[in-house]
């Protein structure tokens, strides 16, 4: 392991190096994926010279103890085992910094919601995951920004997408994409009776301009009025903008704002999140079969998670959490499962290096 460490503090030594190099700092892309490297290995490297301290601290302490006596001894002693514990700290807390780095980690984080099975009541549901996720990056200090949104008639989404932007955002957000299913008597129920409905979350993380190159030429851009809420320019004007990438038939439309140019600068950033999420489970792909979509087939019985109103539960399928406070959860207190969620990410990474 601590070959490896010295090959990567040699590797930081040399990023640094680069990133006063005028060559790097002329080449936008470069300079991107330099400065990234760079944030990758800073906590690493901290970490392992922390050690060496510790090291040195260990090594001096039990160099005094051989010649200490009485109550200096007992002290030197204690100095030891502070030492030690804090090595042992430090070695846990590299084998962890040495685990696989999630490509998106840093990344801003865009949230598609949908409605799936359950008609309205599903559209509903879509919208009180949209506000828990609201309530959430309030809590996390994000900050979101709704991209495009198509209302329901009783005040649901038929689907909404969100932009979060917080350094930590992919990581605590990333596990929720999935069916989402909820158990509750919908407000269109008048017998009383619990229905099961759905709705779909996608998780897409923000794709820099410089990392997703789009051809122009592959790209059929369509103009048209918008409809629903936005002023005086529903229906007066072709504002809202419909863009298909030909190559792989991804088909974004964005109509909230009242500036084509807005819809499109918005259709676009969506359409290059997109793309990045394609390339990445093709190569995935590649390494390890095809492996299922986020969404599925959005419906009842494929959950990633279940809310139950009435028993006021929640609970996670992929880690078997309950947690009985869903009104806490919907107001955006997810942590709980986030941890929970990420610890066990971490344990089967774990599992992976040590087999």
């Known amino acids: 392991m601590f070959e490896k460490l010295d090959g990567l503090e040699a590797e930081?030594?040399?990023?640094?190096?680069?990133?006063?190099?005028?060559?790097?700092?002329?080449?936008?892309?470069?300079?991107?994926?330099?400065?990234?490297?760079?944030?990758e290995l800073e906590p690493l490297v901290a970490a392992l010279r922390s050690y060496r301290a510790a090291e040195e601290d260990l090594r001096v302490a039990r160099e005094l103890l051989s010649g200490a006596e009485g109550e200096d001894r007992d002290l030197v002693g204690e100095e030891i085992a502070v030492a030690e514990q804090r090595r042992a700290d430090l070695e846990a807390q590299l084998r962890g910094l040495l685990l696989p780095k999630d490509p998106n980690d840093?990344?801003?984080?865009?949230?598609?919601?949908?409605?799936?099975?359950?008609?309205?009541?599903?559209?509903?549901?879509?919208?009180?995951?949209?506000?828990?996720?609201?309530?959430?990056?309030?809590?996390?200090?994000?900050?979101?920004?709704?991209?495009?949104?198509?209302?329901?008639?009783?005040?649901?989404?038929?689907?909404?997408?969100?932009?979060?932007?917080g350094p930590d955002a992919w990581a605590r957000l990333k596990h929720e994409g999935g069916p989402h299913r909820v158990q509750r008597v919908p407000v269109?129920?008048?017998?009383?009776?619990?229905?099961?409905?759905?709705?779909?979350?996608?998780?897409?993380?923000?794709?820099?301009?410089l990392e997703v190159q789009v051809d122009e030429k592959d790209l059929r851009i369509d103009v048209f009025r918008s409809t629903g809420p936005g002023g005086q320019s529903v229906n007066t004007t072709d504002s809202a903008v419909r863009i298909t990438h030909l190559p792989t038939g991804i088909v974004v439309s964005m109509q909230d704002e009242k500036s084509q140019i807005q819809n499109r600068a918005k259709a676009m950033q969506v359409l290059r999140a997109r793309l990045l999420q394609a390339e990445r489970e093709r190569q995935a792909a590649e390494l390890s079969q095809a492996r299922r979509s986020q969404v599925g087939g959005g419906g009842r019985a494929e959950k990633i998670r279940t809310y139950n109103f009435k028993e006021n539960r929640v609970t996670d399928h992929r880690i078997g959490l309950t947690l009985y406070k869903l009104d806490r959860v919907l107001m955006g207190e997810l942590d709980e499962l986030v941890d929970a969620l990420m610890a066990d990410e971490r344990a089967r990474q774990l599992a992976t290096v040590a087999a």
């Open 106 to 165: 840093g990344r801003n984080v865009i949230v598609e919601i949908r409605g799936a099975e359950g008609g309205e009541e599903a559209n509903l549901f879509a919208r009180d995951l949209f506000d828990m996720y609201l309530r959430y990056a309030e809590r996390a200090g994000w900050k979101a920004e709704v991209l495009s949104s198509d209302p329901s008639p009783k005040g649901g989404y038929n689907e909404v997408t969100v932009l979060f932007k």
């Open 188 to 209: 269109t129920e008048s017998q009383g009776r619990v229905h099961t409905s759905s709705a779909t979350v996608t998780v897409l993380p923000e794709a820099e301009e």
């Open 12 to 39: 930081y030594e040399a990023v640094l190096a680069q990133l006063s190099d005028p060559a790097v700092l002329s080449d936008q892309r470069r300079l991107v994926e330099v400065s990234r490297r760079h944030r």
